[in-house]
């Protein structure tokens, strides 16, 4: 089975500039989230998708969005861009939103805003 | 609020040594436990969880972690590292799988 997927690996940005960040997660999974490492703020958890619909969110600006769709792969964009955004943005996937479920990651993409 | 503590920020010890990682954790309610290695550049793996039970876990790559609630701690533990086992290592805490709050990990280097 393979596992999570997100593309692309590597972005480099200009401040003020639009991205978009794509993850597939592993076959069967429903659910998908995302977090943002930084080496300032370590792992800090974005948002988190269930069948097409955003059922946690972190905090962080509304410059960070998400969706998922029907066959829960999932994207996230981050608008105007900050030098600050730069970070390793991890993906992660689980069966569902319920008790006694893991979460299985994803390499990461690893955006530059220069 | 939830909140994880990591208070080695880095750890060296010599391959075939023992290892422990201290984790502390505050959180409300039952938390369920993981730990996570990455290694530079990549993602997580999950080395073990824990969700109920036996408070004593068996991981991968021969790791354990004990649960001690009286303590609020999850600690991992490694009884011979190995050169491979370099990496950086996460605790986190979460009540569902896919909204977890990381620690601020522990770079462990391996002495040959």
């Known amino acids: 089975k393979a596992g999570v997927t997100q593309t692309p690996r590597y972005l480099i940005k200009t401040r003020g500039q639009q991205v978009t960040l794509s993850c597939s997660p592993i076959?069967?999974?429903?659910?998908v989230s995302w977090y943002q490492q930084t080496p300032g703020q370590g792992l800090q958890f974005l948002f988190e998708?269930?069948?097409?619909?955003?059922?946690n969110k972190g905090n962080f600006p509304g410059r960070f969005s998400g969706r998922q769709f029907s066959n829960s792969r999932s994207e996230m964009n981050v608008s105007t861009l900050e030098l600050g955004d730069s970070a390793l943005y991890l993906c992660?996937?689980?069966?569902?939103?319920?008790?006694?479920?893991?979460?299985?990651f994803g390499q990461g993409t690893r955006l530059t805003v220069v | 609020a939830q909140s994880v503590t990591q208070p080695d920020i880095h750890i060296t010890v010599s391959e075939g040594a023992s290892l422990e990682l201290r984790c502390n954790y505050s959180?409300?309610?039952?938390?369920?436990l993981f730990w996570y290695v990455q290694s530079p550049g990549q993602g997580l793996q999950l080395l073990l969880k824990y969700f109920s039970g036996d408070t004593l876990v068996q991981g991968i790559k021969g790791f354990e972690a004990e649960f001690k609630r009286s303590q609020s701690s999850f600690n991992l533990r490694k009884p011979s590292v190995h050169w491979s086992d370099a990496a950086e290592y996460f605790c986190a805490v979460g009540r569902y799988g896919n909204k977890l709050v990381f620690g601020a990990g522990t770079i462990l280097r391996v002495k040959s």
């Open positions: 998708y269930f069948s097409e619909t955003q059922r």
């Open positions: 959180y409300g309610a039952t938390p369920y």
């Open positions: 076959s069967g999974h429903r659910s």
């Open positions: 992660a996937s689980s069966e569902g939103t319920g008790q006694n479920t893991e979460a299985f």
